[in-house]
């Protein structure tokens, strides 16, 4: 199936304006992606049938549909790709699709009508981890680039200091 026909079949399947804005980012998104980057499977959330369609990225095919809660809306792939996690919208629960065995794992209740889902990488800093200089080197690191560690942990998004220093720690392994 060629990049138009996909747009097509994408904007065809939405709902409303938003859906497809929304489908069509999200298709782009997996299209501009580098090649290396591309897993095997696609994992598609079928909002009205409450499922997962599973698609091998060869050769264009449903090789599995896994069922999940009411009304699942976006999914996240963990770092390594074992997980997706799924929001299930009307449920209020995100599923968790193991993706060696394509079965849901856990079903974890969250709040009302949730509609996306991020996972985001533990920061990085300047150190090596697990060297005996990592923090010292980090720390360092981020007081020069932003002049001082409160400006540092506010310009990372740290609500504090001792949040900084804690990630930080964690980063270099203790």
Known sequence: MNAYRLVRCVLAAGRGDVWKKFALALMLACLLAPASSRAQNAYVTNHFSSTVSVIDTKTDTVVATIPVGLSPFGGAATPDGSKIYVANNF???????????????????????????????????????????????????????????????????FPTVQGLQDAISAFCGG
């Not at 969250?110 to 533990?122: A, F």
Request: hydrophobic letters at 45%; glycine letters at 8%.
């Open 91 to 157: 449920a209020a629960t995100v599923s968790v699709i193991d993706t060696a065995t394509n079965t849901v794992t856990a079903t974890i209740p969250i709040g009302l009508n949730p509609l996306s889902i991020s996972i985001q990488s533990p920061p990085r800093f300047a150190g090596v981890p697990g060297s005996s200089n990592c923090h010292g080197t980090s720390v360092s690191a981020l007081a020069t680039k932003f002049g001082d560690l409160d400006a540092a942990a506010a310009a990372l998004s």
